[in-house]
């Protein structure tokens, strides 16, 4: 290490100084995972320049470093709440459910849209949430509930204006493989996931744009990487996604945010009950061709059981991430544009965009470790193969 003029050391030790207060004070303000993690990196990149350079150098990099954190932070700054009007879309069960009791006990004013406004869910909502929020019935492949509930959204929030839409809804239907999967359950799919979406965000557009609000998609990581079995959900996903990143350049001309969440495996209702399920079950199989179910065999077909059970044992049962980036997403001053909740999201994210395919291929096979059986015709011998 270099000795140095001790000025300019003792300048250095200042500005250092100064601006990592201003950090701390920065980070105080904002809260949430994002900023703690970029704070670790901040400290890990000036402690790895203060011993690899020689102590100015080391010094005006970490200074640096220090003052961009402090831009970055600024951004993520919450607004507050102020009783802002959110609608979120799916509120039965699941993240919708739990996400509006969260927003509810922030101080937000929570329109929750429900598949079923006599359901247990919007029951719940009703019985253990304050009075400013507003049960909807809002199946979002109705367009006629959609406009019904616009009109009531309007009519509630007055001048106060509406300040975020979260789609929410989705339905996963049966994991099973594209070809057995029937075209009824990708338009089913596509009907909620997407032109649902679609739907309820161009309707309730007109009011984000009054507000300059925020728009938050629940995506999936399935509409970015292609896991094996959910050809039908993941396609309707990977279509939300690409509809998010056009709309967020849109609408940046009007001050619109728009956000995606692509939330890794968490223990919901998505999974289905088991009546769901049976339903389900005999459709597929009602709609298969002869040859193509003998092909594949019952054994292999109906192994979609095991699937759903390793997906909740591969899935975590506490849901507060989503919840806190769904709430960045609202409220903080910059939201990111995308947010992965769930362990190990983000790393299978960008294992897929940087793998090789063969890759990539070989290990989303091995750790999803869905092949617990083969297609009846590929375990046969193969003279037998033949003989047939
Ligand atoms: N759980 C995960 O691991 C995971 C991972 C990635 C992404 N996601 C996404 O996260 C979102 C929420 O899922 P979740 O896990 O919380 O599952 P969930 O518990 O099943 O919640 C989905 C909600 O949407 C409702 N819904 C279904 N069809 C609808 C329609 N046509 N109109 C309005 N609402 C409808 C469901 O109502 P019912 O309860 O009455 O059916 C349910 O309340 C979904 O978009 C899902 O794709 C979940
Ligand atoms: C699933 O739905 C049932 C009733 O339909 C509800 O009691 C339960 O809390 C839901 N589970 C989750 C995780 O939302
Ligand atoms: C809920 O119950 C009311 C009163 O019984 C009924 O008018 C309404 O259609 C029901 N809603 C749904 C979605 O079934
Ligand atoms: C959400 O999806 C809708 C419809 O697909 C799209 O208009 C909107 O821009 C998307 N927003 C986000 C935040 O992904």
């Given at each position: ?7 300019t050391a003792w300048?250095?030790l200042?500005?250092t ?11 105080k303000?904002?809260p ?8 670790c990196?901040?400290?890990l ?10 102590l100015?150098w080391?010094l005006?990099l970490?200074?640096?470093s220090c003052?961009?954190?402090?831009i970055y932070?600024?951004g993520q700054?919450l607004?507050?709440v102020d009783?802002?009007a ?8 699941g ?5 509006s009791?969260y927003l509810d006990?922030?101080?937000?004013t ?9 359901g247990?869910?919007a029951?719940q909502?009703?019985?253990?949430c304050s ?25 509630k ?10 789609n929410?809804?989705?339905i ?5 493989d594209g070809e ?7 338009k089913?799919?596509m009907a909620?996931?997407?032109?649902g979406a679609?739907?309820?965000?161009k ?6 744009r009054?507000?300059k609000?925020?728009l ?11 896991l094996l079995?959910l ?8 279509a939300?996604?690409?509809f998010s990143?056009?709309?967020r ?5 009007w001050?619109?945010k728009v956000?995606?969440i ?6 919901t209702n998505i999974t ?6 049976e339903k389900?079950?005999?459709?597929l199989?009602?709609?298969?061709n002869p040859?193509v ?5 019952q ?6 059981r ?11 049962s ?5 919840l ?8 903080a ?5 995308l ?8 790393l299978?994210?960008?294992f ?14 091995k750790?999803?470790?869905f092949?617990?059986?083969i ?10 193969n033949?003989?047939?």
């Amino acid at each position: 290490m270099s000795t140095l003029p001790s000025e300019t050391a003792w300048l250095c030790l200042a500005v250092t100084a100064a601006l990592g207060g201003l950090v701390l004070c920065q980070l105080k303000k904002s809260p949430g995972q994002v900023g703690r993690k970029v704070v670790c990196l901040a400290g890990l990149w000036g402690g790895a320049c203060l011993l690899s350079l020689s102590l100015f150098w080391g010094l005006i990099l970490f200074s640096l470093s220090c003052f961009l954190l402090y831009i970055y932070l600024s951004g993520q700054e919450l607004l507050p709440v102020d009783q802002k009007a959110v609608l979120i879309t799916g509120s039965d069960s699941g993240f919708g459910h739990a996400l509006s009791k969260y927003l509810d006990q922030l101080g937000f004013t929570v329109f929750a849209g429900v598949l079923d406004e006599n359901g247990s869910g919007a029951e719940q909502l009703r019985r253990t949430c304050s009075e400013r929020l507003c049960v909807l019935q809002l199946d979002v492949t109705n367009p006629q509930q959609i406009k019904d509930a616009y009109s009531t959204v309007v009519q509630k929030v007055q001048n106060r204006g509406l300040w975020a839409v979260v789609n929410n809804a989705g339905i996963l239907g049966l994991p099973a493989d594209g070809e057995l999967i029937p075209m009824s359950h990708y338009k089913q799919c596509m009907a909620v996931n997407f032109f649902g979406a679609v739907e309820v965000t161009k309707a309730f557009l007109p009011l984000l744009r009054k507000s300059k609000g925020r728009l938050v998609n629940i995506s999936s990581m399935g509409g970015e990487i292609p896991l094996l079995k959910l050809a039908s959900y993941s396609s309707s996903k990977a279509a939300l996604t690409m509809f998010s990143a056009i709309m967020r350049q849109e609408l940046s001309k009007w001050e619109v945010k728009v956000s995606t969440i692509q939330p890794g495996g968490f223990k919901t209702n998505i999974t289905g009950t088991s009546e769901m399920l049976e339903k389900l079950e005999k459709d597929l199989l009602d709609h298969l061709n002869p040859d193509v179910q003998e092909e594949y065999g019952q054994d292999y077909i109906l192994a979609y059981r095991r699937i759903l059970t390793s997906f909740s044992v591969h899935s975590s049962s506490d849901i507060s991430p989503v919840l806190l980036d769904i709430r960045h997403a609202i409220s903080a001053k910059s939201p990111l544009t995308l947010y992965t909740p769930g362990p190990g999201t983000y790393l299978w994210l960008c294992f897929f965009y940087f793998s090789p395919t063969g890759i990539f291929d070989y290990f989303n096979k091995k750790f999803l470790n869905f092949d617990v059986n083969i297609p009846r015709t590929l375990s046969m011998p193969k003279w037998k193969n033949e003989v047939m």
